[in-house]
């Protein structure tokens, strides 16, 4: 895990604001691209970020996390976190982004599990002052969210990433 190496795919996407009486919008993070041979090696993670109508921006970051021999999800060291990616204003109804890891393939009697952990801040700047988080919360990779966006392939929601040799 050491040797693990990220890329950066701060991809976002907007959505239109809700209309009145439509499912208030949550925050989720999946794994949406898994060793695939259009992508080998590598855990793309997705997240999507409710807005709450106020002048506030959102802002995302990645980190990659791996299950260790002991049972227990560490991060990746070094590479293994992304900055902190700005996902759009917070009047919209919600805003996707995401974050791809490259890792150095696993040796051939290894193989990594992975997960994604998604730290999600809102911010606001009032004149004269600096800007500062007004509210923080993180979220685990989970499945079963098909609109993620940029998936390998196109759909694909996972909880967690297995990288073989």
């Known amino acids: ?23 208030k919008p949550q925050a ?13 090696n590598q855990m793309g993670v997705r997240a999507n970020m409710p807005g709450n109508g106020k002048r506030q ?17 560490e991060d990746v060291k070094g590479p293994g976190l992304s900055r902190w990616i700005y996902a759009g204003s917070a009047r919209l109804a919600n805003r996707q982004a995401g974050y791809t890891f490259s890792f150095s393939p696993p040796s051939r009697s290894t193989r990594f599990v992975l997960r994604g952990l998604v730290a999600f801040e809102y911010r606001e700047k009032k004149k004269g002052e600096r800007e500062r988080v007004v ?31």
């Open 1 to 23: 895990m050491k040797r693990a190496t990220a890329i950066g795919l701060g991809v976002v996407a907007a959505v239109a604001v809700a209309p009145a009486g439509a499912a």
């Open 28 to 40: 989720w993070a999946t794994v949406n691209i898994c060793d695939t041979p259009g992508h080998p």
């Open 57 to 73: 921006k959102m802002y995302m970051r990645f980190r990659a996390q791996f299950f260790s021999a002991d049972g227990k999800w």
């Open 135 to 165: 509210r923080r919360f993180r979220k685990n990779t989970k499945g079963g969210y098909p609109l993620a966006r940029g998936g390998d392939p196109p759909g694909y929601s996972n909880g967690v990433c297995e990288i073989r040799p």
